[in-house]
């Protein structure tokens, strides 16, 4: 089962960073500035953090399985349509549209593996899901720039709704034949073939009893914390990420498919930590990982910020996936324990806070791009992820 919800996140992911290499050319098309072009992901952001608050109960409520299967389906009808837009203004909605479907698919897949994974193994678990939402960001960063330039952009989101269809396929074919099972732990008796049980719906719900359990969360001290951060860490860290090829490509006059091409080793820093997160974690500590990837991503967006040769862009771009892996793993990890007993809620939580962030970043760097302003905003962004991994990391520290 964990196979086939990775393909829903590969997918996912790679519908979220698609158009980063192609903001360039949809300015072009349809003669706009890239700022204003780059609300196709604004717009994909904001309706992922917002359609979370709905998903969460939605996934608690009838199964979270029930609620992946549904989102990709979606997906996989909204792309079709996104890539049959005639004007801009029609692909800002179409891709609003896909991303209110794509919020049910990751964050609800983080849940399920917080339901089914003792927290020993949870870390180890979610950087296999990571595997597969690293692997969709690598093919959509250098896809989007292939599409764009050798088919047309539109060919990318075809692409996509193929994904998706097959991905919602797999999962429905498997909950008909009730193989909604939990993932095993890593090494556990599970792994090697025991039974596991079906996911169980919860009971149902009001909405006012859903409000009232977010407010009480919300009156968690720690839930405030990790949402806040998660907030920054979405508007340093994802806002910038969408500029990235376009830096590449005024900065060092690369191509749309070059610049994807080079935004993949932001993905295959991501990779390796997935790879290896047992051993970092096992040699670092969660408090070592969240201040190696401050440290590692603020590097990566400086050298992307002030290199002149393309070479440090490069290195810049691979420690930044890295970098950012590490910290925001981490956070992961501490969003599914901070609120067991509401585990689904309290995790699309996580997700909303942390693309309404990015939404808040990107709208921010979109007013900058068009002023020339991509430098100054890379090093504020630096900063500010420098400082989160130190204060996670203490923060860890005084939790444990």
């Known amino acids: ?22 903001l360039v050319t949809l300015s072009q098309e349809f003669a706009v500035t890239t700022g204003d072009a780059s609300a196709v992901v604004a717009a994909f952001a904001v309706a ?8 969460g ?7 979270k399985l029930r609620v992946i299967a549904a989102a990709a389906s979606g997906c996989a009808v909204f792309s079709a349509i996104t890539a049959l837009a005639p004007s801009l203004t029609l692909l800002v909605l179409a891709r609003a549209a896909m991303g209110a479907a794509a919020a049910g698919i990751i964050p609800l897949s983080m849940a399920w593996i917080g339901d089914q994974v003792p927290y020993a193994q949870r870390q180890e678990a979610l950087a296999r899901l990571m595997g597969a939402t690293v692997s969709g960001m ?3 960063q250098w896809f989007g720039g292939f599409a764009a330039q050798n088919w047309g952009w539109r060919s990318a989101f075809a692409a996509l709704a193929l994904l998706f269809a097959l991905a919602a396929a797999g999962l429905l074919r498997q909950l008909r034949g009730g193989q909604g099972a939990a993932v095993p732990a ?7 073939g025991a039974a596991t049980a079906t996911e169980a719906a919860a009971p149902p ?25 998660t907030a920054i860490e979405g508007a340093c860290a994802f806002g910038t990420l969408a500029f990235v090829p376009s830096r590449l490509i005024d900065g060092f006059g690369l191509s749309a498919s070059a610049a994807g091409a080079v935004m993949v080793l932001y993905g295959v820093g991501g990779l390796c930590y997935s790879l290896f997160a047992r051993r970092w974690l096992a040699a670092l500590g969660e408090r070592g990982l969240a201040l190696t990837g401050g440290t590692l991503l603020a590097a990566g967006l400086l050298a992307l910020a002030w290199s002149p040769w393309i070479a440090g862009a490069v290195a810049g771009c691979f420690a930044s996936g890295l970098g950012f892996y590490m910290l925001h793993n981490t956070l992961q990890t501490q969003a599914t324990q901070m609120t067991p007993e ?17 939404s808040c970043g990107v709208l921010v760097m979109a007013a900058s791009v068009d002023r020339g302003l991509l430098a100054p905003m890379f090093t504020l962004a630096a900063l500010g992820v420098g400082v989160l991994g130190v204060l996670v990391s203490r923060k860890l520290h005084a939790w444990s």
């Open 1 to 22: 089962m964990l196979r086939t919800i990775g393909l829903a996140a590969f997918a996912s992911m790679a519908a979220m960073r698609v158009c980063d290499p192609m």
């Open 48 to 55: 992922y953090g917002v359609l979370q608050l709905f998903y």
């Open 57 to 63: 109960p939605l996934g608690d409520r009838i199964g």
């Open 138 to 140: 690598m093919f959509g």
């Open 186 to 192: 890593p090494g556990s008796a599970a792994g090697t």
């Open 205 to 229: 719900a009001s909405a006012l009893s859903y409000v009232q359990k977010t407010l009480a969360l919300l009156r968690v001290p720690r839930v405030r914390w990790v949402l806040t951060v």
């Open 342 to 358: 509401a585990r689904g809620t309290a995790v699309t939580l996580f997700a909303c806070l942390l693309f309404l962030g990015q």
